[in-house]
């Protein structure tokens, strides 16, 4: 294995691994994540770095592995965590953050549910997985102007659908303070 690959495994294998574990299971993905190098592998010679970053090009590489693996086992993807919040310092601060993102969950899934499927992944690339909308849209096979406009879009519908669950977490956090 070259010096050049094996440096880009180190350095985005865990994030790859995470991308493909939030869509699949821990065991799946770790026989996708094998994949991914194996594929990467033999197609290191098309990546161009002119074209864009080694992370957005392993990511697009993930993609296509994991569109690969629910092609062939027909599954579709569920989301199997909230997206994840700060952990707080302090133990009250924490307790706090669990309960309003329990009760943020129902509202912040059906809220991505209702995205068209092009932004939720484009969405869920930046948000989860930490892209640039511009690597994002390499990943997707997208413009960068495309992307950010979907993001934008995407943005503005999940703060639409969430705008009233600020309400239903202070209600939730004040019905059981007084329990």
């Given amino acids: 294995m070259d010096d050049w690959f094996a440096a880009q495994v180190e350095r985005n294998g865990p994030d790859i691994h995470a991308y493909l574990t939030r869509r699949t299971t821990d065991g799946v993905a770790d026989d996708l994540l094998g994949d991914v190098w194996v594929a990467a592998y033999g197609g ?80 869920l690339l930046v948000a989860w997985e930490n892209l640039t909308p511009t690597e994002a849209a390499q990943v997707l096979g997208i413009p960068a102007g495309t992307a950010r406009s979907r993001l934008h879009r995407a943005r503005q519908r999940m703060d639409e659908r969430l705008s009233g669950s600020a309400q239903v977490v202070d209600e939730t956090t004040r019905q059981e303070a007084d329990r």
């Fill in 44 to 123: 290191r010679s098309g990546f161009d770095p002119d074209i864009g970053t080694p992370r957005a090009w392993l990511f697009g590489v993930a993609r296509h592995v994991l569109h690969g693996y629910y092609r062939k086992h027909r599954l579709r993807s569920t989301m199997a965590r909230v997206i994840g919040i700060d952990r707080p310092t302090d133990e009250t601060a924490a307790v706090d953050a669990r309960l309003d993102a329990a009760a943020l969950a129902p509202q912040l899934r059906e809220g991505l549910r209702s995205l068209p499927a092009a932004e939720r992944e484009l969405l």
